[in-house]
């Protein structure tokens, strides 16, 4: 979550890299190293599920990006974390409740989280509960296999 709104979805296998990790060299982006490092540390995570987080010690990280198989694993995470957040981002700011309560669906469907509440939905989609409960109603007449 950044400012209270949900930003990316971090799932089973994902590798992230804090900023201390980044290129070095001229900064090439449209903020400032310090605007990236104040919102990194404004971020706040929320589990859907019960879930498991480790975290590694940087000497150790860049102990193991000496190793081949680390890096293609890195990249490899790395690329489904930008992939996964450009879907994500596009189904709840660049489309309609209906798509992201659906995407939604989606998300908790490939990654066998269960039945989730309206509310964890609402959470998951950006949408309060009582838009997820009306776009629930009518996936489950329009698409209902969705639901399953």
């Known amino acids: 979550m950044q400012n209270n709104r949900p930003n990316a979805i971090i799932v089973p296998g994902d590798f992230l890299l804090v900023p201390e990790f980044s290129p070095s060299g001229p900064y090439p982006y449209a903020v400032s190293e310090t605007e990236e490092q104040d919102a990194y540390h404004h971020q706040t995570w929320h ?3 019960p879930s498991k987080m480790a975290f590694f010690p940087s000497d150790l990280v860049r102990k193991l990006m000496d ?5 293609k694993a890195l990249i490899n995470s790395l ?3 930008q992939t ?5 981002n596009k189904a709840l700011y660049h489309s309609n ?3 992201a309560v659906r995407y ?3 998300l908790a469907s490939v990654y066998h989280l269960g039945s989730l509440t309206h509310e964890q939905f609402a959470l998951i989609t950006g949408r309060n509960r009582t ?3 009306k776009i629930l109603h009518e996936i489950a007449q329009k698409e209902p ?3 399953v």
């Open 145 to 147: 296999g969705l639901l």
């Open 67 to 71: 190793a081949t198989d680390f890096d």
């Open 104 to 106: 939604g669906l989606k």
């Open 47 to 49: 589990f859907i599920v």
């Open 84 to 88: 996964q957040l450009s879907y994500y």
């Open 131 to 133: 838009t997820v409960t």
């Open 97 to 99: 409740a209906y798509d």
């Open 79 to 81: 690329l489904r974390v």
